[in-house]
């Protein structure tokens, strides 16, 4: 396993049983660190305590032309609280969440505080499991129905984070989301601020950095991964990424629309913890996910979104979900690079 990958190797056999309730939380932050993020910025960082994790946005990793206001990048914090959280469930710990517990500080987005042991169930043992096997799939999916009742399950756990999944089977409502999207993808392109952004986080395959995102996790073989970069930061591809999408969209049995009543962050750090829940549980049936955020990200494209799906609130995250081939693990940091020092 590469250097850059070998997180993923993270062996639950090592959960340090008879150590500190200190070394139990930082063998959870090896769990965190596999959350999904926007670009694989990885824009998180902990401050261990006795018996306590705090979890920080690294805003020194925002995307500033894609996600302006850091709305992605709290969303993927959320992600990372998400992992946690399942994680200490399944070795046992119970952990309480407050979040933004120091007034005036958004930097400071949740404290997690261990306050006892709790038995595992079974329950608690697919979501685990499902960690190390999650990976965004942009490749195509098979054509498979996804049974109405686990796509119930996605909606139970958006409405137990207080906020909605809007699943869209509807032919026509999908249409009109892929032309969105196509729109989103042109418009991505003739930006040149965001092609420059983009291209600073797509690395070729044989890369050994640990974070953003290597040629393969878009399909590119080890060769034309070299000239993704320049691809991506100098050429128009809007036109040939609005067709890549169009048939994945189309190739997909589901799109599902991340929606929240309210569009603060502590609504981004929900939308965090329910994509993550839902991915979990997506990945420990077979099921797989990539994103379509662009009518989401271009401002002008936002509204003409919430009236094709008739919400009232705020769209987040847009997701084609399906059953496909496995794909390879991205890079992550090194636990030791995202604890702050002192602590
Ligand atoms: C909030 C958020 C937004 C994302 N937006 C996109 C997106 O618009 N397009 C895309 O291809 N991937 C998107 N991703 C996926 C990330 O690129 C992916 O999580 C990251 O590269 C790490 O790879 P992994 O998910 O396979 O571990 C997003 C992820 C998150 C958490």
Same mark, same amino acid.
Not at 264 to 289: M, N
């Given at each position: 396993?590469?250097?850059?990958?070998?997180?993923?190797?993270?062996?639950?056999t090592d959960f340090p049983s008879q150590g500190s309730i200190k070394d139990k939380l930082k063998f959870l932050i090896g769990y965190a660190i596999l959350a999904p993020s926007?670009?694989?910025?990885?824009?998180?960082?902990?401050?261990?305590?006795?018996?306590?994790?705090?979890?920080?946005?690294?805003?020194?990793?925002?995307?500033?032309?894609?996600?302006?206001?850091?709305?992605?990048?709290?969303?993927?914090?959320?992600?990372?609280?998400?992992?946690?959280?399942?994680?200490?469930?399944?070795?046992?710990?119970?952990?309480?969440?407050?979040?933004?517990?120091?007034?005036?500080?958004?930097?400071?987005?949740?404290?997690?505080?261990?306050?006892?042991?709790?038995?595992?169930?079974?329950?608690?043992?697919?979501?685990?499991?499902?960690?190390?096997?999650?990976?965004?799939?942009?490749?195509?999916?098979?054509?498979?129905?996804?049974?109405?009742?686990?796509?119930?399950?996605?909606?139970?756990?958006?409405?137990?984070?207080?906020?909605?999944?809007?699943?869209?089977? @509807?032919?026509?409502?999908? $249409?009109?989301? %892929?032309?969105?999207?196509?729109?989103?993808? /042109? &418009?991505?392109?003739?930006?040149? =601020?965001?092609?420059?952004?983009?291209?600073?986080?797509?690395?070729?395959?044989?890369?050994?950095?640990s974070d953003g995102i290597p040629g393969y996790a878009f399909g590119m073989g080890d060769l034309i991964s070299y000239t993704g970069p320049f691809f991506i930061g100098n050429?128009?591809?809007?036109?040939?990424?609005?067709?890549?999408?169009?048939?994945?969209?189309?190739?997909?049995?589901?799109?599902?629309?991340?929606?929240? @009543?309210?569009?603060?962050? $502590?609504?981004? %750090?929900?939308?965090?913890?329910?994509?993550? /829940? &839902?991915?979990?549980?997506?990945? =420990?049936?077979?099921?797989?996910?990539?994103?379509?955020?662009?009518?989401?990200?271009?401002?002008?494209?936002?509204?003409?979104?919430?009236n094709i799906l008739k919400i009232n609130g705020y769209p987040q995250l847009i997701m084609r979900l399906g059953y496909g081939k496995e794909v390879k693990p991205t890079p992550?940091?090194?636990?030791?690079?995202?604890?702050?020092?002192?602590?």
């Open positions: 396993m590469k250097n850059n990958l070998i997180a993923w190797d993270i062996a639950e926007g670009h694989n910025t990885q824009p998180w960082l902990f401050k261990l305590s006795e018996y306590s994790i705090r979890i920080f946005a690294d805003r020194t990793r925002a995307l500033p032309v894609i996600d302006p206001d850091d709305r992605e990048l709290i969303i993927s914090c959320g992600a990372a609280l998400c992992n946690i959280l399942v994680s200490s469930k399944y070795f046992g710990m119970n952990l309480d969440v407050k979040y933004f517990p120091v007034d005036g500080d958004m930097d400071l987005l949740a404290e997690l505080s261990y306050t006892g042991e709790t038995e595992r169930t079974e329950l608690d043992e697919k979501p685990f499991g499902a960690i190390v096997k999650r990976h965004t799939n942009r490749l195509p999916f098979a054509e498979q129905e996804i049974d109405g009742l686990i796509l119930q399950k996605f909606e139970t756990i958006a409405s137990e984070e207080k906020v909605t999944l809007k699943v869209v089977y @509807n032919e026509e409502i999908k $249409e009109e989301i %892929i032309k969105l999207i196509e729109k989103g993808d /042109r &418009l991505q392109a003739q930006n040149k =601020s965001f092609c420059r952004e983009l291209a600073q986080w797509v690395h070729p395959n044989r890369s050994n950095t050429l128009d591809w809007g036109n040939i990424q609005a067709g890549r999408d169009r048939n994945l969209v189309v190739g997909s049995p589901v799109l599902g629309v991340f929606e929240s @009543n309210d569009d603060k962050p $502590e609504d981004w %750090i929900a939308v965090g913890v329910a994509l993550e /829940r &839902l991915l979990l549980t997506a990945a =420990s049936e077979g099921i797989a996910a990539s994103y379509l955020n662009q009518p989401v990200e271009v401002p002008e494209l936002k509204e003409q979104l919430k992550r940091r090194n636990i030791e690079d995202v604890i702050l020092k002192d602590s």
